[in-house]
């Protein structure tokens, strides 16, 4: 959905390939040509995949042609699928690991890692998703987020599988996360490139395009004493979700409170 293109081009950042999932009842719909052209963008290679194929009103070939024609993607290794029953699952994973390219890293290079997400744990402090591009990343490592340079030393390393897991180090063309006992929500920027503090780079990566609010709304405590909680609850939202901003504003009759930016109704609502 549009409102969440900004959550998709971080994904996209972090991958090699992307599948391409299209309705066989219903075709390619305008936000599909959306996200394709982000992961075009980003080099990927794409694997068509028809979903729904249990359904009656399912075509296929039509819409195995209209891939063709209205985004010029190649439909002769496309998989006919159903999460419904199950059928062409077993396909997906295989060719998902014959077609799509394996990442390009150094594993012996000087760290440099993408920061693809972050999110507040009460016990944990802050997590971050991070992207390994060169090098490795290890427990009790030095690192430096390089857009305010600041250091911090990393308490825990971890993959998802899909429940976290502890591991020694992450390595070159992976992603994981890390935990490095940082409380202050605003170290994490989204998009940052983390380094090694002993054997650091000196070019960071291209990051992502901050994105431009279109919907905004003023948001009042009912009490003005909950203030102070609106204002964290609301800077904790913006670690989670980049995309949403906003600024202190104050009314006459309202009192104090926030203008608060969204990327459209259905961000809004959520």
Known sequence: HVDFSYEVSRSLSACEGSILIVDSTQGVEAQTLANVYKALDNNHEI??????IDLPAADTEKVKKQIED?????????????????EGVD????????ILPSPKGNKEGPLKCLLVDSWYDSYLGVVI????????????????????NTKHTIEKVGVFTPKPKDVDKILSGEIGFI?????????????DTICDTLNSIDKPLP???????????????????????????????????????YEPESSSALGLGFRCGFLGLLHLEI
Do not use: W
Not at 91 to 98: A, R, T, V
Not at 179 to 191: A, E
């Open 47 to 52: 694997i068509p995949v028809l979903n729904k």
């Open 70 to 86: 209205v985004i010029g993607i190649e439909t002769s290794h496309s998989i006919n699928c159903s999460g419904k029953t199950g």
């Open 91 to 98: 396909d997906i994973l295989e060719s998902i690991i014959k």
């Open 129 to 148: 998703l991070v992207r390994v591009i060169d090098g490795s990343l290890r427990k009790d490592m030095e690192i430096k987020m390089m857009s305010n």
């Open 179 to 191: 935990i490095t006992g940082i409380k202050n929500l605003s170290d994490t920027k989204v998009g």
């Open 207 to 245: 990051g992502f395009k901050p994105s431009k609010p279109v919907v905004f709304c003023g948001l009042f405590p009912v009490d003005n004493s909950e203030y102070q909680k609106l204002k964290d609850g609301l800077a904790k939202l913006k670690l989670n979700d980049s995309s949403f901003s």
